[in-house]
């Protein structure tokens, strides 16, 4: 079975800088199958990154997903005010990773 | 405008069932496969079934170890979720998803709550 990890747990930064997300995948996957989801409190997951790298409908340019073999990462390039959330990845409409918290520093 | 409404969650003792339903509109429901992921409160995002868009195949997160079933109805533009010998760990909310490219769950619904307890 497929294990999705995620680091760090809790990104602490503040508006403007650039996050890092990392996933990793117990073993060697298909790129295109990694995505990303954005998790605000009380509201369900958007989707952000499919593909590995293609950003969904109306996804600002400062996420962008990449990586390859069994590690993976969502950047965002500079943080907005509203991005403070927690971002999941998934494989192939399977399981999802424990989640990364960005919170404000 | 894609809408999922999922209904059917409630209050239901340990050892029930129960089944969530998802109607869709706003798309060509006969296109999409369809999906349930569930989040226990405070914790994460656990995928539970998906199912393709004709019917005929389905896959279910193993760790639920065969007391779930998703199905669907074409004619209903619905989804489902049958949810059988419930215990106080199925308590979270339920969202239904469609699956799109490369199977990344594009569209979401606001979730339904199911509570097991007694």
């Known amino acids: 079975e497929l294990v999705l990890t995620q680091s760090p747990g809790t990104l602490s930064l503040s508006p403007g800088e650039r996050a890092t997300l990392s996933c990793r995948t117990s073993?060697?996957?298909?790129?295109?199958?990694l995505s990303w989801y954005q998790q605000k409190p009380g509201q369900p997951p958007r989707l952000l990154i499919h593909?590995?790298?293609l950003r969904a409908t109306g996804i600002p340019d400062r996420f962008s997903g990449s990586g390859s073999g069994t590690e993976f990462t969502l950047t965002i390039s500079t943080l907005e005010p509203e991005d403070f959330a927690v971002y999941y990845c998934?494989?192939?409409?399977?399981?999802f990773g424990p989640g990364t918290i960005v919170d404000i520093k | 405008e894609v809408q999922l409404l999922e209904s059917g969650g409630t209050l239901v003792q340990p050892g029930g069932s129960l089944r969530l339903s998802c109607a869709a509109s706003?798309?060509?429901?006969?296109?999409?496969?369809m999906t349930w992921t569930r989040q226990a409160p405070g914790k994460g995002l656990e995928w539970v079934a998906n199912?393709?868009?004709?019917?005929?195949?389905?896959f279910h997160a193993a760790s639920l170890k065969g007391r779930f079933a998703i199905s669907r109805d074409n004619v209903k533009n619905s989804a489902y979720l049958q949810l059988n010998s419930l215990t106080v760990e199925d308590t979270a909310v339920y969202y239904c998803?469609?699956?799109?490219?490369?199977?990344?769950?594009?569209?979401w619904g606001q979730g339904v709550l199911v509570t097991v307890s007694s």
């Open positions: 593909g590995l790298s």
């Open positions: 706003g798309f060509t429901f006969t296109n999409y496969w």
């Open positions: 199912i393709n868009a004709d019917g005929s195949q389905t």
């Open positions: 998803a469609t699956a799109g490219l490369a199977g990344a769950f594009d569209h």
């Open positions: 998934q494989y192939n409409g399977g399981s």
């Open positions: 073993q060697s996957v298909w790129n295109t199958l």
